[in-house]
């Protein structure tokens, strides 16, 4: 897989584009290696060959991106690994028909009618959700486009070693980029 570093750049003024070999022999994302689902569009992946999560993370300066992700403090994880994992909450949320109660951001939603299988993903977005305090301290915000806007006067230099500097920071995507 490619490193997954979160960056700001311009997008492509037709956004997602179809692929011809670009990822992988399968058509998956070549940085969090998620397929292609049968049912998904030719435009899953960009013209990097980065699906729509991953797309997040290589471009902060998208307007919306305040909307579509939060920055979090993990350290313990990859980028790559955290999107696999919110990836598949979200899935599991929108496989329940109640992807709606990760915007309430309580562990409230964990008991009742909610079926098991939302209830662990639930907590597990509440447990990345926690970690946004520790980013705040070390950054001054969660907002990816604050981020996007430092980065955006960074010289050269310093941004080709932006890995590096941002280590432990994370894009969550919110599951509807």
Known sequence: MAPLVLSVRPSTPSGRVRIEGNSG???????????AKPQEPSSFLDA??????????R???????????????????????LIALVRECHARLRHCGVQHLTERGSTAVLH??????????????????????EVEARLGSSSPKALAQAMSRLNGKVYADRARRLHGVRLMPLGHP
């Open 25 to 35: 022999a399968s058509g998956s994302c070549r940085f969090c290696a998620t397929p």
């Open 48 to 57: 990097d060959g980065a699906c729509a999560y991953c797309q997040l993370v």
């Open 112 to 133: 009742g009618s909610v079926p098991i299988e939302a209830r662990e993903a639930l907590a597990a977005i509440a447990a990345f959700r926690s970690r946004i305090a």
């Open 59 to 81: 471009r902060l300066d998208r307007p919306s991106i305040d909307n579509e992700a939060v920055l979090i403090w993990l350290p313990e994880l990859t980028q790559a690994a």
